[in-house]
Every structure is written in structure tokens, then in C-alpha cells.
């Protein structure tokens, strides 16, 4: 289960730039998003997992970026944390993965009263998704071109009002799965129940193309989130967190 849904993670948010080193998947993306310039290792090391971790600070330090680990709970997983540790990594943002079944999931049309959903990436949508979620214009270049990458069935959903996008959010589906990522909801429509509307619009159009689960990421910390997410039916299934090493200026 784990080691199915990072890849399907992974695919639903391509880094610029993926290598493979001795079993470890490392994502590269001129330093945006930790979990687009991290070392994956969901497969097995083939060698000494000190080494390898030697191997990948070097390829990190070498390109002018912070070493990070994206670790899940398996057994290897630890170990590798344990030895992060000791070399003084920190430990960042503990995350919760969590399913819901979504066979034959419906909605009335009353829930898809102002909700779009396209299958390309809009001009419109994609300027309103990055003012909401506040990416500079250096970073929108990257993030632009990391969408683009998307090779699974990518549904873009938004909310008008008024001619005016007031809620935009991004479906991933691959191998029955559809992951949600970036609900987000413009700060003057809040506590609406908008970010709700989009997600159960995304699980319909899943659904009704043979999608069977929904994933999420949700921050551990984030207790407002959980119990939404709960609300919904999504039951968490396991954490990831990071281990990071700052790169010295």
C-alpha cells in the first residue's frame, strides 16, 4: 500500500528532473517544493545505506540544494531515519496519508451548481491556482512546466462566481486512484464549505470514469483539516515525514 500510493504521489506531481541511485528515487526541481527535491527511498538500497547516503548529499550539495529525505513507515525507513538523525538532520512536516473508497460515489446537481472541471490545464486556472496559493513568478515558471509533466488523468477543478474563480483545486488519477492536491479556496469565500465542493466534484468525475479510491496529504498538525478529511470518510492509512539537511552558505 505505501510504496503504491509514493508512486502514484510522485507521478501526480512530476520533479523537473528524476534519477535513480542504488534503489532511491531522487527528485530534482531547482530547489521548489521539498517534496519535488527529495530522496525517495521506497525501494530496497542495493548497498550500504550509509553510502547512499553519502551519494545523494552530494548530488544535492553539488546542484546548490538542501539534502531531503521523504521517509514512510517501513522497516528500511527507520533505519535510514535513525542514521539522518545522527548526522544532525531535521525533522520537518509529519503528514498523514489518508484513503477513501469512492465505488460509486454520486453527486446531485446541486453540488455541481458553478463547479468546472477540465481535463487541460486553463490559463485561467492556472493563474488563479497560483495567486491562492501564493507562488512567485520564479516558482510558477517551474510549477508551470511540472504540470505539464503530468502524464496520468489530471482533472483541474474550480468554482466561478461572478465570472470570477473562487476556488480552484487539482485531481490525479492512475491505476484507480485519484490523489487530491492544492484545494484551495480564495481567502474573502472561507469556511463555505467550498474546498468540501470541489473535492466531492473531483471523487464524481473519478468515480464515473472507473476510479476507485481517493488519497489525500494532509499535515499532522493540522487538526481542522483531519476532522474534515474524517467527516468526508477518508481514514488515514500512514505518515511520511521529511529529514532535512541545510545546505551551508
Known amino acids: 500500500m505505501i510504496r503504491d500510493i509514493e508512486e502514484l504521489s510522485m507521478n501526480a506531481f512530476p520533479a523537473l528532473s528524476t534519477i535513480l541511485v542504488n534503489g532511491w528515487v531522487l527528485r530534482f526541481s531547482e530547489g521548489y517544493a521539498r517534496r519535488a527535491n527529495s530522496v525517495n527511498p521506497i525501494y530496497p538500497c542495493r548497498i550500504d545505506i550509509l553510502r547512499n547516503i553519502e551519494i545523494c548529499e552530494d548530488m544535492y550539495s553539488s546542484r546548490g540544494l538542501n539534502t531531503i529525505f521523504k521517509l514512510t513507515e517501513d522497516e528500511e525507513a527507520y533505519k535510514i531515519d535513525e542514521m539522518l538523525q545522527q548526522r544532525e538532520y531535521s525533522l520537518e512536516a509529519k503528514t498523514n496519508v489518508m484513503l477513501k473508497d469512492i465505488r460509486g460515489f454520486r453527486i446531485d446537481s446541486d453540488d455541481r451548481k458553478n463547479v468546472m472541471i477540465y481535463r487541460e490545464s486553463k490559463d485561467s486556472w492556472f493563474e488563479a491556482f497560483i495567486a491562492m496559493n501564493k507562488v512567485g513568478e520564479q516558482n510558477a515558471g517551474i510549477l508551470r ?51 468540501t465542493k470541489l473535492m466531492i466534484n473531483l471523487m464524481h468525475a473519478a468515480a464515473a470514469e472507473k476510479s476507485e479510491y481517493s488519497y489525500l496529504q494532509v499535515v499532522d498538525d493540522n487538526e481542522l483539516a483531519k476532522q474534515l478529511y474524517d467527516k468526508l470518510g477518508y481514514r488515514k492509512q500512514y505518515s511520511y515525514w521529511y529529514r532535512v539537511k541545510k545546505l551551508k552558505r
Open 145 to 195: 512546466k511540472m504540470l505539464q509533466g503530468i502524464l496520468a488523468d489530471t482533472y483541474y477543478a474550480c468554482i466561478v462566481e461572478n465570472g470570477k474563480v473562487i476556488a480552484v483545486g487539482q485531481g490525479v488519477a492512475e491505476r484507480g486512484y485519484i490523489g487530491m492536491f492544492d484545494i484551495c479556496v480564495h481567502e474573502e469565500y472561507r469556511r463555505k464549505g467550498l474546498g
